[in-house]
């Protein structure tokens, strides 16, 4: 199963694909879409739509998932922020993907086992699950740590269909 995480920002658009193999992981890809901050807004997200939807169409990954976002106490950049996470759910979905949602705690405890995990413990756990990996940013980390949990997820879940008789 392929898949391809997505850590919204307005900036900098993580993505990460990888694949998955039963609990075996293979590095596919990451990058960053990034966006003009000189830019109209509107400018801006169709330039990351642009992007992020090459990279679907460049990597044919088969789910995807999203990082939710919190609010913040800028109650301008916690909108821009929707509207780049926006862009996140639209272009997977465009392309008749399943998007998963993960808060940042639930990536941090996949990827980490604790959900209050720094940023550096993520990016050292993403490195050791996909080995030889480079990276091309700390949003492509958070990306492919995104990635790594909705794979787990998805094996959970097949699992357990197939303990129950569904398929």
């Not at 000189?38 to 990597?59: F, G, K, M, N």
């Not at 919190?70 to 465009?94: C, E, H, M, W, Y």
């Not at 990827?111 to 990276?135: N, S």
Request: glycine share 10%.
């Amino acid at each position: 199963m392929r898949v391809l995480g997505i850590d919204p920002g307005l900036r900098n658009l993580g993505w990460g694909v990888i694949e998955a193999d039963g609990v075996r992981l293979r590095h596919i890809a990451n990058g960053v879409c990034r966006s003009d901050p000189s830019a109209t807004l509107a400018a801006r997200l169709l330039d990351l739509h642009v992007q992020l939807t090459l990279v679907i169409a460049q990597y044919a990954p088969q789910t995807s998932a999203v990082e939710q976002t919190f609010v913040n106490k800028d109650a301008v950049a916690t909108l821009k922020l929707g509207s780049a996470r926006g862009i996140a759910l639209l272009v997977p979905a465009q392309a008749g993907l399943e998007v998963g949602e993960y808060a940042p705690n639930a990536v941090k405890k996949a990827v980490v086992g604790v959900g209050k995990a720094a940023k550096e413990q993520v990016d050292h756990m993403v490195r050791m699950q996909l080995p030889g990996v480079v990276i091309a940013g700390p949003d492509a980390a958070d990306a492919l740590a995104i990635a790594i949990c909705h794979a787990f997820h998805c094996q959970t879940a097949r699992s357990m269909a197939l303990a129950g008789g569904v398929r």
